[in-house]
């Protein structure tokens, strides 16, 4: 076999490996270190220590320590600790039933409180599974009990649930301004309005559904709703906090007044006293979260030393110049590239999820950007969009799974997929959108930072 097709092999290999269910993280950097002894080797050893003795397990260590070292990942950490903070203060359930109780007299209240809570929680975690779990417990329970359809309110919270890996701050920009070395400043001011375009799509998707067959949310009772000048100070104490801190943190990153991971520690001290100002918490809580940090963080980081390591060796055997060779071979026009590079990453979204993808297979395309003259923000905010489309596609999508766990028996989830549906095509609608009128995403960052030039 040659080096090109070595590497074809390796990738398939990777994706059949995946899908048989192994860790993600530790996959790659076996496969990366399997391979990698091959493409750098340089003869039979000839000692047992000489077996060591290939260029794979430099590579390794030096990718380790760039992960290490990276100052951008260092905001990772921090905003997972201020999120599991937040989760854990008891402020997302103020949350919902404030939101509930403000926009009662909308069709399907309960769902517009359920997708506004999960905007605004998604900001402050980034973790897809701690939401929809979290309003799995929470909004579920309340929408059942209401006489909502399943369907309809688990795929409120499954959708909603994924908001936090395209809206500032979230985790997923920061993973890709690594991969891409692009500015995470001008990747947050991009995702603001596409983020809040596809939450806005949801909300009025929900209103006109409701409008057109009110027997899927049934209106509250009345005599549950507490007078409205109660309602308006529930809101205020459990809203405006945390919505000030999320504000806080991204202002300061978009304004230029700290780094990711200034903000990032600001968000995290903000979350604490949040919690204390609640009086929620307490010492066990402060374990859990920081448990919970450092699970999540060294996953990322295994990710990170992993996928360099299966790239570097995908790249050296010449996997990335056939792929390269395969889409200018074709003689595509600019937007033609931009259509199949995301109908492949849609479909990628099937059986991976997001980490995959975007550390994997996005690396391939973003050295053909230029080639094709595509604003490299343009198309990460493409992407990130099209990553949503990653936990919502079955059979793999994760936000389902993640909402039959805390579910169990209550609900099948051939529902929840059936709940599904509409969302992805709105996600779909909201790429088209951008595509027709690329300010949505540019415009923002171009004012506060001046017009990108390559």
Request: net charge negative.
């Amino acid at each position: 076999m040659t080096d090109p097709q070595v590497a074809i092999l390796m990738l398939s290999l990777f994706i059949v490996l995946v899908l048989l269910g192994f860790p993600i993280a530790f996959t790659l950097v076996a496969m990366g270190v399997g391979f990698g002894y091959y493409a750098y080797y340089t003869g039979a050893p000839q000692s047992i220590g000489d077996i060591f003795n290939n260029n794979i397990f430099y590579l390794l260590n030096q990718n380790t320590y760039s992960v290490m070292e990276n100052d951008t990942l260092v905001a990772i950490p921090l905003f997972l600790f201020m999120g599991y903070v937040v989760e854990r203060a008891n402020i997302v359930d103020r949350l919902f039933f404030s939101l509930y109780q403000a926009a009662r007299n909308l069709p399907g209240s309960l769902a517009i409180a359920a997708l506004l809570t999960c905007a605004v929680f998604s900001t402050a975690s980034g973790i897809v599974g701690a939401v929809v779990t979290l309003m799995g417990l929470l909004a579920y329970p309340a929408m059942s009990n209401a006489g909502y359809q399943k369907s309809f309110a688990s795929g409120v919270i499954c959708a909603g649930g994924t908001l936090g890996i395209l809206i500032p701050p979230s985790i997923m920009l920061i993973v890709y301004a690594a991969i891409a070395e692009l500015s995470p400043l001008r990747l947050y001011a991009a995702a603001v309005f596409p983020g809040l375009l596809l939450a806005g799509l949801y909300i009025v998707y929900v209103i006109i559904r409701v409008w057109l067959n009110p027997s899927l949310a049934p209106k509250p009772n009345e005599d549950d709703i507490p007078p409205r000048s109660e309602v308006y100070l529930n809101l205020l104490i459990s809203f405006v906090p945390l919505t000030v801190l999320i504000m806080l943190v991204l202002g300061s990153i978009l304004g230029g007044l700290a780094t990711p991971a200034e903000a990032a520690a600001m968000g995290a001290l903000g979350g604490l006293v949040l919690a204390v100002l609640y009086r929620s918490l307490t010492w066990q809580k402060v374990k859990e979260s920081v448990f919970l940090t450092a699970k999540a963080t060294a996953m990322v980081c295994w990710l990170f030393v992993g996928s360099w390591t299966f790239a570097s060796v995908f790249s050296f055997l010449g996997g990335h110049d056939i792929i390269e060779h395969w889409f200018l071979a074709m003689n595509l026009q600019p937007w033609q590239f931009l259509v199949l590079a995301q109908l492949i990453i849609f479909l990628l979204g099937w059986p991976l999820e997001w980490s995959e993808i975007l550390i994997i297979f996005v690396p391939i395309f973003l050295p053909m950007l230029d080639t094709f003259g595509v604003n490299p923000y343009f198309f990460a905010m493409l992407v990130a969009l099209n990553l949503q489309t990653s936990f919502l596609t079955p059979p793999m999508a994760m936000s389902a799974y993640y909402l039959k766990g805390v579910l169990k028996s209550r609900i099948e989830l051939i529902e929840i997929f059936k709940g599904l549906m509409p969302y992805l095509g709105i996600v779909i609608l909201t790429m088209v959108l951008m595509y027709q009128f690329p300010g949505i995403a540019l415009w923002f960052p171009d004012y506060l930072f001046g017009e990108y030039i390559p």
